[in-house]
């Protein structure tokens, strides 16, 4: 699977829209992209998936980029609920059954 | 409908001792998996299983064992605990298939190995 980079770390304010990239440029053709979040203390949640378009669902956003190197997920309007560790997790249509997790972003929404 | 079970929440363990760890969910979902998560490490996947009665090693398997009794249960031995064990153990259930999957988790099961 396509190794994937995310900032450690980003804030936003309550309300506001929260946009956290991903880098993923070895990805290929055949590989999927999923965010999960975890809340501190919870096991991880899925967010969204996508391959090639954008895509949407009652929790976010996913935006991928036309070449498919990076990919950002849109919080429309974060709340305080949404403060968790992001991640953004590249995956091929056939091999590995694990997801690589890797350390995600930490996003802090502020009141 | 609880999705994925764990017992324990919490577990201290002295060194040398054994437990399982258990994990249930009630979705009908044939794969399962057992993850561990240690501070800046993310979660890495220890044995997991793509149907009842199949089990195959992941990244980090050396001390562990587990046993999947039938389709709603998975579960996950340490028989002679050691403190590099201390971690977050999660349990998955996973909805779909290559590459085409969602990963369900459970509350965790804390664990301490002194």
């Known amino acids: 699977d396509a190794k994937t980079t995310q900032p450690p770390s980003m804030d936003c304010a309550e309300g506001r829209a929260a946009n956290l990239p991903c880098n993923h440029s070895?990805?290929?053709?055949?590989?999927?992209v999923y965010w999960y979040r975890q809340i501190h203390s919870q096991g991880p949640q899925y967010i969204i998936h996508g391959l090639k378009n954008n895509e949407t669902n009652e929790m976010a956003s996913l935006i991928i980029t036309e070449d498919r190197k990076s990919s950002t997920l849109i919080l429309p309007h974060a709340t305080l609920r949404d403060t968790a560790v992001y991640y953004c997790i590249v995956r091929r249509i056939a091999g590995a059954n694990n997801l690589f997790f890797g350390t995600g972003t930490r996003l802090t929404v502020i009141p | 409908n609880a999705g994925v079970t764990q017992t324990p929440k919490f577990q201290v363990l002295k060194t040398g001792q054994s437990m399982t760890l258990q994990c249930a969910q009630d979705m009908n979902h044939n794969s399962m998996y057992w993850y561990r998560q240690d501070p800046g490490m993310g979660l890495r996947l220890i044995y997991y299983s793509a149907s009842e009665g199949t089990t195959d090693k992941g990244e980090v398997p050396n001390g562990y064992n587990v046993s999947r009794l039938n389709k709603r249960e998975f579960s996950l031995r340490l028989e002679s605990a050691a403190p590099s064990q201390t971690s977050v153990y999660f349990c998955a259930s996973i909805l779909g298939r290559g590459g085409m999957e969602t990963q369900y988790f459970g509350p965790g099961t804390r664990l301490l190995v002194l």
């Open positions: 070895t990805i290929s053709g055949n590989e999927y």
